[in-house]
């Protein structure tokens, strides 16, 4: 139940197409959904972030899909370049029995796009 | 620049020799943690801190200790460190509970 399950764990896309990166998880309690972007070298940093009230969330060529039912969100980049390259991380945050905020990270999603 | 900063960012120890790495943030947030990213892994909580003198267990706590006298600062510390702390580790501050982390740069450590 702790689980945040991320694929595919590697992504080749060319530039101008889509790419897509997937979550799946299984604890209901989770109420925010963050995906970080994290180039070598440097800590992850907040990309685009979701509440499970709604179902996408657009910023810009970053778009998250959120399916509650499915327990599964997904981030979609538009019109990938290769500056997107790198690697992407999903979270989902719930309240711990302490009363503090915990995150459950993904696995990671190393992109590449080609030029 | 409001940022999170660590030192060192990279470090290549003997096994047992203690270490600290250091973290600190000048956004005055309340909140701080570490984590560590291994592959395949993501990033797993190590410790955390809710405010001065405030700290407490993340998920993979065994080996490390932490301290927060301060609330800019939040050092890592391996009292004897194993080879199975060989991570890139990074420290992450937030305003406030639940808000957005903010990550350091990283600390690449090597134990042999």
């Known amino acids: 139940q702790q689980q945040v399950k991320q694929s595919p764990q590697s992504l080749i896309v060319q530039k101008g197409g889509i790419s897509i990166i997937n979550c799946a998880y299984e604890n209901t309690a989770f109420d925010y959904f963050p995906w970080y972007q994290q180039f070598p070298g440097k800590g992850p940093a907040l990309l685009i972030a979701?509440?499970?009230?709604?179902s996408e969330k657009k910023e810009g060529r970053f778009t998250i899909s959120f399916n509650k039912s499915a327990k599964q969100f997904s981030l979609h980049i538009m019109d990938s370049q290769p500056g997107d390259s790198a690697t992407y991380f999903c979270?989902?945050?719930?309240?711990?029995?302490?009363?503090?905020?915990?995150?459950?990270f993904g696995t990671g999603t190393r992109l590449k796009v080609l030029a | 620049e409001a940022q999170v900063t660590q030192n060192p960012r990279y470090l290549i120890t003997v096994t047992g020799k203690k270490l600290t790495v250091t973290c600190s943030q000048n956004?005055?947030?309340?909140?701080m943690s570490w984590y560590r990213q291994d592959p395949g892994l993501g990033l797993r909580q190590i410790y955390y801190?809710?405010?001065?003198?405030?700290?407490d267990k993340g998920d993979v706590p065994e080996g490390y200790k932490v301290s927060r006298k301060e609330k800019r600062n939040f050092p890592l510390i391996l009292e004897s460190p194993s080879p199975n702390q060989t991570s890139l580790y990074f420290c992450a501050s937030s305003l406030n509970l639940g808000g957005e982390q903010y990550f350091g740069p990283g600390t690449r450590l090597t134990v042999t």
């Open positions: 979701i509440r499970p009230d709604v």
């Open positions: 801190s809710m405010n001065v003198e405030v700290t």
């Open positions: 956004m005055n947030h309340e909140y």
């Open positions: 979270a989902a945050r719930r309240i711990a029995p302490s009363g503090t905020y915990k995150y459950i």
